[in-house]
Structures are given as structure tokens and as C-alpha cells.
């Protein structure tokens, strides 16, 4: 399985498991392995907010994005 996404990265939420999409722009900080073989990512904003995420739940940041 090939990573979709690296760390560093700057993403955005398109949807989440609550159904609201996040406007904020976010870093992808670690990958995470999962039990049931997805890979998670570790995503964090500038003011300390952490999540983690499935690849389908986020998209690469415009190039004008800014942490």
C-alpha cells in the first residue's frame, strides 16, 4: 500500500466520522498503524489540536495554504 499522503504535509479535513467538513489547514505530523491494516494519519493545526485521520477524510492543501 503506498502512501497517499507524507509527513509535513499540509492537508485539509473534506470530511470527518461526525459528517462536518474542517476548513482549518493542518500538518501531518506521523503515520499511524492501525489493527485492521489502514494506516492513520497524525494531524495537527498551529494551535495544538491533534486528530487522527484515514486517508479519505483529508486533501492536500492548496499551495497558498499557510499553517
Keep these: 500500500m503506498q ?28 503515520l499511524v498503524a492501525h489493527e485492521e491494516g489502514d494506516r492513520l494519519y497524525r494531524i ?3 494551535i495544538g489540536i491533534e486528530r487522527l485521520v484515514r486517508a479519505d477524510e483529508i486533501e492536500p492543501a492548496s499551495l497558498t495554504a499557510v499553517p
Design 44 to 46: 495537527k493545526n498551529t
Design 3 to 30: 502512501n497517499t499522503f507524507h509527513i509535513g504535509q499540509l492537508v485539509r479535513i473534506t470530511h470527518s466520522s461526525s459528517g462536518y467538513a474542517d476548513h482549518r489547514t493542518y500538518c501531518i505530523v506521523c
